[in-house]
């Protein structure tokens, strides 16, 4: 599995159900880009100037909303990440 260095967390994007408006099937490229994710691997956490290294606030399992444009893609073992830094993580869903 990939770990994420640093305050890097890998994210596997929740797919967003096919929509109908009004009897009419919304093309894929129509939709907007979904923003929830569940953690996959969280780093090691980031690394203040003085030299402390500050644990990160998400958890592997956790459903978090992500910025709109924010990572890198990543495809392994036929599946597809998200790499994020810490700070492009908006809420974690309850």
Do not use: C, H, W
């Not at 109908?20 to 894929?28: C, R, Y």
């Amino acid at each position: 599995m990939l770990k994420p260095l640093g305050d890097r967390v890998i994210l596997e994007v929740q797919k967003e159900e096919e929509q109908k408006v009004g009897g009419i099937i919304l093309a894929a490229n129509a939709k907007e880009k979904p923003q929830t994710a569940k953690v996959i691997a969280v780093g090691e956490g980031r690394v203040l100037d003085n030299g402390q290294k500050v644990a990160p606030s998400v958890k592997k399992g956790d459903l978090v909303l992500f910025d709109k444009y924010a990572g890198t893609e990543v495809k392994y073992e036929d599946a597809t990440y998200l790499v994020v830094r810490e700070n492009d993580l908006v809420a974690i869903v309850d």
